[in-house]
Every structure is written in C-alpha cells, then in structure tokens.
C-alpha cells in the first residue's frame, strides 16, 4: 500500500547509544518532516526536508541529524541519545503547502 | 512566534449529541488549517482542510469546520458524536511561507459517553 513506512515500531535504547529512525515514502513527494509527540504538547517538527538535498531545523533539533538523498528516504539519526529523547516519532510527507500531510505510523523511543 | 491554541484539552459528551473542539490561531497571512484525529496507539488520519476555498469545510465521517477570518478560528463541529469518535483531535496550521511546516495544537482529547 501506498503511503509513509516508519522502522522500527519500538526501540529502547541506553543514554549514549546512537541510532537511526527510517522513513520511506512511495508517493512522490517532496516535502518531508520529523515530529516528535509529547504528552499535552502535540506534536513538535524536529528537521524537515523540501526536497533531495535539502534540509532545514524545526522547533526542536537539537540532538537530531538529518539527510535527504533520495525523494523516498529521510531518516532521523539521534546522535548520542538522552532520556528527554524518550517519545513518540512520526514522519510525514506531503506534495507541498496547504495540500495536508501523510503520517508513518510512528516510532516508539524509550532512552533508559 | 505563529501559533495555535486548542481551547480544551478535554471534551466529553454523550453519544447522540453534538461535538464542538475549539481552534484559534495567530493573525497570519495564507494559512492553511487541518484537523487531524488520532486514535490510541494510532497514526494521525487527516480529518479536513481549509485552503482558501469555500469557508465551510466537510470532512470525513460527518464531520466540518468552519474558518473565520475576523475571529482567527476554525472550529471542528459534528451533528451527533458516536462512540468511534472517541479519539485525540489536533487542529494544525500551515502559514504560506512555511514551505509546508505545520504547527500543532496542544489537542483535544474527546470522550463519548454512551
């Protein structure tokens, strides 16, 4: 099925550990973007992506790396991570302003 | 800084009756405005969208909104809740020269009494 495919679905990881969120998308599309969702704060852009090549920080990057080197793929690289790293991450895709974005899945993230 | 403001964190009504969550966003340009759903241990699913068309705007599962311009709102309504309605609601905005960013309400977690 068509859509955005966020790996894994859980992950529990050590302060300190380093690791990648995956994200594809099979729609051809050229926006793509990170959030992260927190108990009563909805949900926060981390980087986001308008095309191959390109990336820029949202809100809250700190601790977090991104590339884009294809349409398709934009993963999410934690550095080294901490226990505020625990929460829920979505990636999106859309077709450009105003059109609405598809979401992943999600990816759930526990730092211990 | 842009911003959005869901004005209940929590909503609660009995099944039959009807649903009315509360959006207002700061004065900008071009926005463009969604309400998302988001069931337990769920994505989010697209709900509606307002992009400078018609004001009123029909959404799946009966649900609209309404964009007022002078009042920087766009409220979610449904005629009668049903119990499958019983999710997490995020009201999300787009400005015009964001290139696509959206910002998030804090969301409304709406309960359906039977």
């Known amino acids: 099925n068509a859509g955005v495919t966020q790996t894994p679905k859980f992950q529990v990881l050590k302060t300190g550990q380093s690791m990648t969120l995956q994200c594809a998308q099979d729609m051809n599309h050229e926006y793509m973007s990170w959030y992260r969702q927190d108990p009563g704060m909805g949900l926060r852009l981390i980087h986001y992506?308008?095309?191959?090549?390109?990336?820029d920080q949202g809100e809250v990057p700190n601790g977090y790396n991104v590339s884009r080197s294809t349409t398709e793929d934009f993963p999410l690289r934690l550095l080294s991570a901490a226990p505020s790293q625990t929460s829920v991450y979505f990636c999106?895709?859309?077709?450009?302003?105003?059109?609405?974005?598809?979401f992943g899945s999600g990816t759930r993230l526990t730092v211990v | 800084a842009q911003s959005v403001t869901q004005l209940d964190s929590h909503v609660s009504v009995s099944e039959g009756t009807p649903v009315l969550l509360r959006c207002n966003y700061s004065?900008?340009?071009?926005?463009?405005l969604f309400w998302y759903v988001q069931h337990p241990n769920k994505g989010l699913q697209l709900l509606l969208k307002?992009?400078?068309?018609?004001?009123l705007v029909k959404g799946i599962n009966g649900f609209e909104a309404e964009f007022k311009k002078s009042e920087t709102s766009f409220h979610l309504t449904k005629p009668s809740a049903h119990m499958s309605d019983a999710a997490e609601y995020f009201c999300?905005?787009?400005?015009?020269?964001?290139?696509?960013?959206?910002?998030f309400g804090q969301g409304t977690i709406l309960t359906v009494h039977p």
């Open positions: 999106a895709s859309s077709t450009g302003t105003g059109r609405g974005y598809t």
């Open positions: 992506s308008v095309g191959a090549g390109i990336t």
């Open positions: 307002y992009t400078s068309a018609a004001t």
């Open positions: 004065s900008s340009y071009s926005p463009s």
């Open positions: 999300v905005v787009s400005w015009g020269t964001s290139y696509g960013k959206l910002t």
